[in-house]
């Protein structure tokens, strides 16, 4: 809530994920949509968010995650297969060279978000695969 004088929050939204193969399912929007009715009738400001679409690749993100992981304190011996692959092609790239990447994506990310305070979007675009389901687990098939 906001009091006299204050200015109202504005909350971005999107009412589907981005970059997804699908649309996201109605069963998957509509807790989305709940909350942002709710923030509505809180007094919150919602407005749609931006287009995520051009907001980068992981080819643009995935050296930041492997200069970030390699300087971690850790026994390179003891770690798993993907966490020590993450640390020898983070040898690939200078300081200097993840420092501007570093730079670059926090203007991309300045630009994309803006001045909202949160994004509500549907935590996965379709429902996951029940497991461990069917006859056999005392389910009807």
Not at 102 to 131: C, L, M, N
Request: hydrophobic share 35%.
């Amino acid at each position: 809530m906001h009091g006299p004088g204050e200015q109202q929050q504005r909350l971005g939204h999107r009412d589907r994920g981005q970059r997804q193969q699908r649309p996201a399912e109605p069963e998957q929007v509509q807790p989305m949509l709940t909350v942002l009715r709710i923030l509505e009738e809180l007094g919150h400001d919602v407005a749609p968010g931006p287009d995520f679409s051009n907001a980068g690749a992981i080819a643009d993100f995935l050296p930041l995650w492997q200069g970030l992981i390699a300087t971690a304190p850790l026994f390179r011996s003891k770690v798993q297969p993907t966490t020590r692959w993450l640390v020898d092609s983070a040898k690939a790239y200078s300081r200097e060279q993840l420092a501007r990447l570093h730079d670059q994506t926090e203007r991309v990310v300045d630009s994309v978000f803006g001045d909202a305070d949160i994004f509500v979007t549907p935590t996965t675009p379709i429902a996951a695969p029940r497991a461990m389901c069917g006859p056999s687990m005392g389910e009807p098939s």
